[in-house]
Nanobody
Framework: QVQLAESGGGLVQAGGSLRLSCAAS????????LGWFRQAPGKEREFVAA????????FYADPVKGRCTISRDNDKKIVYLQMNSLKPEDTATYYC????????????????WGQGTQVTVSS
């Protein structure tokens, strides 16, 4: 079955960097657009970034634009989220998601979700 496994979260000081990874299995990775989302305690899940299934388009939420970069490695079946200049408000559980032949940004319509990785940014 399809599995998405996030890793790379942790505790980091404000201004630091983290690179999240999401390893996929059980799907034809190159056919899937991929997204990163996050959910902070007491808040709704929000869109962070996405990359189209061809890898030619990327999309970012305003709060992370200029600080985050999403990328994919189709050979390794991994999608990455490089996060720089982290702020305490970036603290959340980060999830990756996959959607077949997706070429757009936005939060809806994803088929598969991972279990999440915790990111905590201290001030």
């Amino acid at each position: 079955q399809v599995q998405l496994a996030e890793s790379g979260g942790g505790l980091v000081q404000a201004g630091g960097s983290l690179r999240l990874s999401c390893a996929a299995s059980g799907l034809t990775f190159r056919n899937y657009g991929l997204g990163w989302f996050r959910q902070a305690p007491g808040k709704e899940r929000e869109f962070v970034a996405a990359i189209s299934f061809r890898g030619s388009s990327t999309f970012y939420a305003d709060p992370v634009k200029g600080r985050c970069t999403i990328s994919r490695d189709n050979d390794k079946k991994i999608v990455y989220l490089q996060m720089n200049s982290l702020k305490p408000e970036d603290t959340a559980t980060y999830y990756c998601a996959a959607d077949l032949f997706r070429s757009s940004g936005g939060p809806v319509g994803y088929d598969y979700w991972g279990q999440g990785t915790q990111v905590t940014v201290s001030s």
